[in-house]
């Protein structure tokens, strides 16, 4: 089929590799413009970007899809079908009606549960068991189109958000080869109300730990948010991210945030948290044994 591929993070890069495998003619890819990054605030192609440059496949970078110009650009490229993969631009009515075959989006969640731009963190967040892939048509509201496939996974108990952030793009990858192959087969269905809230955009108000919650919670806030933003603590006036973690089922018997042998910490409900990879302010992430070489802690508390 041919193509027209949206999308812009490492998350897209393998539904944009496998449609490539597949046999697919990806006839352009539409990604965000180059940003700076670094101290030197170095001016920084997308990864979809860098991909599709390997592949010789032309690359868009306009700033919306709204401009007339930009319309036509679209349709001169005839395409059948427009894949979106986190592109992180809202398609206007006079793009979806173009592609005679649609516009199918991947998104990173079991909808209409999570919504959204960060699906992946708030499942594990949240807890949650068991999330997965979807593949729908789109549509004018935000993660609202009608299903297509939906293929489930679950979470590990100390898996982190980055951790499952690069499985279901494999996941998502392959779900959407088996779309595009059976979709004059597939029956779409609509998705009815939202299961979960909006899964908004991570930020830094959501790192502090609070050493009051039962273990359980604290170890979902640190799986969530790792790597980013990660979640904090405050140990000697510095700050100190945490990355991963497990919950221990001998609970040291005193203050929440009390710091024992093995980096373990007392938590609220008397309940406690071995802390595993952490980093601390101006230093590199190490393992937590590494780190206690060189910070003995047993007896301090978090402040």
Known sequence: MRILFMGTPEFAVPCLEALIAAGHTVCGV???????KGRGYTL???????TALEHQIPVY???TLRDE???QQIRALQPACIVVVAYG????????????HGCINVHAS????????????WAVLNGDKETGVTTMYMAEGLDTGDILLQQATPIGPEETAGELHDRLAVLGAELLCKTLSQLSEITPRPQGEATTPYASMLDKSLSPIDWNLPAQKIHDQIRGLSPWPAATATLSGKLLKV???RVVDDAPQDAPGTIHE???VTCGNHTALQLLRVQLAGKKAMDAQTFLRGHPLAGKQFS
């Open 69 to 71: 110009a930009v319309q």
């Open 262 to 264: 093995a980096f373990v």
């Open 44 to 50: 920084t192609p997308p990864p979809v970007k860098k």
């Open 243 to 245: 990355f991963e973690s």
């Open 61 to 63: 970078q306009p700033k």
């Open 30 to 36: 539409f990604t965000q413009p180059d940003k700076p």
């Open 89 to 100: 631009k809202i398609l206007p009515p006079a793009v979806l009606q173009i592609p005679p």
């Open 110 to 121: 079991l909808l209409p549960a999570y919504r959204g731009a960060a699906p992946i963190q």
